[in-house]
């Protein structure tokens, strides 16, 4: 069993490794949904804390240890010794409380790209339908085969907006959803 109270810097900030970039294209792994959620999340930019905020009801933190474990998350590139180390110790470390210290500092997003990478598009595309089948219930059903049809940027940016709007306008909508479609920028953008 993975312990729920283990210590981890609040401002350590995680990115995918390669193999979690495949799982969020491929799914090849079949990370339960909690993984996969908390996976979508981890962007080299949101800290331990942020993350714990936007998954409120979720144990972040075994979670956390149970990505890291795996090989789908690892500090970011230049993070502190301490934070790689403490990283490593959660993930075999006994229980103690979460310290909670200031949230990273965000960075800037980078100027747009060119065009999007077929990759990208079944990324996004991905997110987008288990969105909808998380937060958008009917409505999302009357989404998802257009979603579902995206082949290209062009087809991606018809459907956006509506998502975009659904997602926010959605009585089922929190902060985790809207996490989502600031991911989904984040990758059109990138």
């Known amino acids: 069993m993975i312990d729920t109270h283990v210590q981890l810097p609040?401002?350590?900030?995680?990115?995918?490794t390669d193999k979690g970039q495949q799982e969020i294209a491929t799914r090849a792994?079949?990370?339960?949904?909690?993984?996969?959620?908390?996976?979508?999340l981890v962007d080299g930019a949101k800290s331990v804390s942020a993350l714990t905020v936007l998954l409120v009801g979720l144990e972040?933190?075994?979670?956390?240890?149970?990505?890291?474990?795996?090989?789908?998350?690892?500090?970011?590139?230049?993070?502190?010794?301490?934070?790689?180390?403490?990283?490593?110790?959660?993930?075999?470390?006994t229980p103690a409380e979460l310290t909670v210290l200031t949230p990273a500092p965000q960075?800037?997003?980078?100027?747009?790209?060119?065009?999007?990478s077929e990759h990208r598009i079944r990324m996004i595309r991905t997110l987008m339908l288990e969105s909808c089948?998380?937060?958008?219930?009917?409505?999302?059903?009357t989404l998802q085969p257009e979603i579902a049809s995206i082949r290209?940027?062009?087809?991606?940016r018809r459907v956006?907006?509506?998502?975009?709007?659904a997602m926010r306008e959605s009585a089922l909508s929190d902060a985790q959803a809207l996490a989502l479609v600031d991911e989904i920028r984040k990758l059109m953008r990138a």
């Open 160 to 165: 956006l907006a509506r998502w975009h709007l």
């Open 10 to 16: 609040g401002n350590l900030v995680l990115i995918k």
């Open 152 to 156: 290209d940027e062009a087809g991606l």
């Open 60 to 93: 972040v933190i075994p979670l956390l240890r149970e990505l890291a474990h795996q090989g789908f998350v690892e500090p970011a590139p230049g993070q502190s010794g301490r934070h790689t180390t403490a990283l490593d110790a959660a993930i075999i470390s």
């Open 107 to 116: 960075v800037p997003a980078p100027p747009e790209a060119g065009p999007l």
């Open 29 to 40: 792994h079949q990370l339960p949904q909690a993984l996969r959620r908390l996976l979508i």
């Open 133 to 141: 089948e998380l937060y958008l219930g009917l409505f999302g059903r």
